[in-house]
């Protein structure tokens, strides 16, 4: 349910309505917009009369919410959630925000070549794995803790905000100092432990969309993260499994309008996990911003041919500076912007 408040309604007339869903049964959460505070009321109470709280002192108006995501839905916040960091980006504004990266971080000299490249290019996140969830048990499986600390000092040298994947509750804690975002991949949507752990922190989570996820599910996940308090979510497209073969993954593009339309949430787009083809990588980004997309993320490498992982999948340094020139042509049609080069 939820309760959009006057926008003259006092910090008391607030107050006696949460305290009244909170006597009703239902956990409150309360968003604050620029024109009036909005209480999100969650709980599986369904005997009551929104008449009843309509005649409260300082209520606007109350409705029912019938979809089983509350705290993610478009109704939470009507005018959208903007990611702040203290850099200065945000995530979910007029400005699309590219992240990119390796795919996991093999070397020093690896990482500072790719970020000085990157960040020339206008990028604002430095991507990078430092725990690898990897489909064999051979295969490289990241640096771990040295990799965090080679992507922090790298992200604080380019000036870059640092996005790496957590994998299980005990690396969260390890995390936190060195990154900005935690990124939960597409085998991880529905580690709910995990999900609500997350929602414990302060710091903004990407919730990848898991391989044969509907969009209510992964909405759903979101809520688990959210019902914990943390509600600095981003959402990702990252490709669905199909039918078809000739890519890693299909990238399912119309996903990024529906759930602007259904969540407040800001959407990215990973055309690199979404195709898994360094050459559909382009097309499908600028496809991706067209629809909508508040971020890209991208995989990059300096010598892809001889990475440790998704080399097929990472751009060239060049072929990721002629696709931001791209971008920064389309961007202006949707009433969205680029990063200059630097």
């Known amino acids: 349910m939820i309760v959009a408040m006057q926008d003259t309604a006092t910090e008391q007339q607030i107050q006696q309505v949460v305290e009244h869903l909170i006597r009703m049964g239902f956990s409150v959460h309360r968003t604050t917009g620029e024109r009036q505070t909005v209480l999100a009321a969650v709980g599986a109470r369904v005997d009551f009369d929104t008449r009843n709280l309509e005649v409260l002192s300082g209520v606007e108006h109350v409705h029912r919410i019938s979809a089983p995501y509350k705290l993610a839905g478009r109704s939470f916040r009507p005018e959208g959630t903007i990611i702040e960091f203290s850099n200065g980006v945000q995530i979910g504004g007029d ?5 990119a990266g390796p795919c996991s971080v093999e070397s020093r000299e690896q990482l500072f070549t790719v970020a000085e490249q990157v960040s020339k290019a206008g990028a604002r996140v430095l991507r990078g794995g430092a725990f690898k969830p990897r489909s064999s048990p051979y295969s490289f499986q990241g ?41 939960v991949g597409a085998r991880n949507m529905q580690n709910f432990n995990l999900l ?16 044969a996820a509907t969009l209510e599910e992964l909405l759903l996940s979101a809520e688990y993260i959210m019902a914990g308090g943390n509600y600095d979510v981003i959402l990702c497209e990252r490709g669905i499994r199909t039918f078809e073969t000739y890519t890693r993954n299909t990238l399912d593009v119309s996903a990024i309008p529906i759930i602007k339309k ?30 909508g997309a508040d971020a890209l993320l991208i995989e990059v490498h300096h010598d892809p041919d001889n990475a440790l992982s998704d080399g097929a999948q990472s751009l060239y340094p060049e072929q990721f500076s ?16 680029i990063s200059a080069r630097t």
């Open 262 to 291: 259904l969540s407040h949430l800001p959407m990215t787009s990973d055309p690199s996990h979404g195709t898994g083809l360094r050459d559909k990588v382009p097309p499908m980004a600028r496809a991706s911003l067209a629809a």
């Open 196 to 211: 609500r752990d997350l929602g414990k922190v302060k710091k903004p989570v990407l919730l990848k969309r898991g391989i």
């Open 322 to 337: 002629k696709l931001m020139d791209e971008l920064r042509m389309i961007a202006p049609a949707v009433g969205r912007r």
């Open 95 to 99: 400005q699309v925000v590219v992240m």
């Open 143 to 183: 640096m771990g803790l040295e990799g965090l600390k080679l992507l922090r000092e790298v992200g604080d040298h380019f000036n870059l905000l640092v996005i790496s994947e957590v994998m299980e509750i005990a690396q969260i804690e390890v995390m936190l100092p060195y990154i900005d975002i935690f990124q």
